[in-house]
């Protein structure tokens, strides 16, 4: 049997140069930003500037969300293997899922496909009644929508979409998410306003990254957070008073 070649366009070295996606490493350091040079590597080549406007507001929106499971879940294992900082820090990543960090992706995969087969004058009142009743169907929540802190409206939604909308990556992907916030708080009888995850995930798209690689935009910006919880942690501890109160609250004899 024939071996497949093994090749990568992601990379190489030589003894005296470093290449990434076709750009010598050296003429990119200084010049290039994290952001670009992450759009760089999904895309394959550096953005427009209009692509690197938008493509650094969703990364900087997902960075930072507080002391959430995931957080928690760095600082804990960094509190038992204080010397293996990316161990913390995988833990934290491991711990996003269609909760937390996750919903980006279902977004993005809701709107691609919905829109993949649907000519340019397609209806998209008619394609968002279609993705609430599937969602309803399957007895699962439209994802992108809503926010259990943030009410009546995401802050970070009209921000993001006022980024898109000025750079022009304000198409179909952002009408579409839209009319799905309006048609689900129709058919569910409550107020869905698009959150944070919604408006990534329909920006994204624009952005034409696929959707299965748009959690991970939310593990590349997180990791970011994520250190900066365990320099914290480092300096001002909490896991062990965490594991103290679920020892004292969590592991009482039974009565």
Known sequence: MKRKKLRSEMGWSSPDKVVVRGHDLTEL??????GDFAFLE?????????????????????????????AIAARMTYLGAPEALQAAVAAGLLGMGDRFGGPTEEVARLLQEALKDAGDDADLQTLAEGIVARQKQAKRAVPGLGHPIHKPIDPRTPRLFEVAK???FSGRYVQL????????????????????????GAIASELGLP?????????????????????????????????ARVEEEASQPPT
């Open 29 to 34: 350091i200084g010049n290039v930003s994290l």
């Open 42 to 70: 999904l895309k394959g080549r550096l953005p427009t500037p209009q692509e690197s406007v938008v493509f650094n507001a969703i990364a900087v929106t997902l960075v930072e969300h507080g002391v959430t499971p995931s």
């Open 166 to 168: 000025a750079n022009g």
């Open 177 to 200: 998410i839209q009319v799905v916030a309006e048609e689900a708080s129709r058919s569910l009888g409550r107020d869905l306003t698009v959150n944070a995850t919604g408006a990534i």
């Open 211 to 243: 959707w299965q690689v748009c959690r991970g935009l939310s593990v590349m910006a997180r990791a970011i957070g994520l250190v900066a919880h365990l320099q914290e942690e480092a300096r001002e501890p909490m896991a062990a008073e965490i594991w």
